[in-house]
C-alpha cells in the first residue's frame, strides 16, 4: 500500500505525459532540435492535439491504480491531468 499515495499519482501523471511527448519527438521528428519541433507543431496546428495525445498514458495509469484500489494515487493522476487540462486551455487562449 506503499504506492497509494496522492503525491505518487500526482508524479506519475505528469511524467507520463512528458515521456510520451518525448516518444512522439523521437519516433517523428528526430532530425529536428527539440524547439524547432515545437515551432514545426505549432505552425501545423496540431500542438494540442499532440499534447492531448500525449496525456493519453496518464489514464492508463490511473486505471491501473483503480484496478488496483490505489484510489489515492488515482486522485494524484486525475489531479494531474486537471493541471495539464487547464494549462493547455490557458495557452490556446
Same mark, same amino acid.
Given at each position: 500500500?506503499? /504506492?497509494?499515495? !496522492?503525491?505518487? #499519482?500526482?508524479?506519475?501523471?505528469? &511524467?507520463?505525459p512528458?515521456?510520451? $511527448?518525448?516518444i512522439?519527438? +523521437?519516433?517523428? /521528428?528526430?532530425? !529536428?532540435?527539440? #524547439?524547432?519541433?515545437?515551432?514545426? &507543431?505549432?505552425?501545423?496546428?496540431? $500542438?494540442t492535439?499532440?499534447? +492531448?495525445?500525449?496525456?493519453?498514458?496518464?489514464?492508463?495509469?490511473?486505471?491501473?491504480?483503480?484496478?488496483?484500489?490505489?484510489?489515492?494515487?488515482?486522485?494524484g493522476?486525475?489531479?494531474?491531468?486537471?493541471?495539464?487540462?487547464?494549462?493547455?486551455?490557458?495557452?490556446?487562449?
Amino acid at each position: 500500500m506503499r /504506492f497509494n499515495k !496522492l503525491w505518487v #499519482g500526482f508524479v506519475v501523471g505528469l &511524467i507520463l505525459p512528458v515521456i510520451a $511527448f518525448v516518444i512522439f519527438y +523521437t519516433y517523428s /521528428f528526430k532530425s !529536428l532540435a527539440l #524547439g524547432d519541433f515545437i515551432l514545426v &507543431i505549432q505552425k501545423m496546428d496540431i $500542438f494540442t492535439q499532440t499534447l +492531448t495525445f500525449c496525456v493519453l498514458p496518464s489514464f492508463l495509469s490511473f486505471f491501473a491504480f483503480y484496478w488496483k484500489q490505489f484510489n489515492r494515487a488515482a486522485m494524484g493522476v486525475v489531479l494531474a491531468t486537471m493541471l495539464l487540462t487547464i494549462s493547455l486551455v490557458i495557452i490556446n487562449f
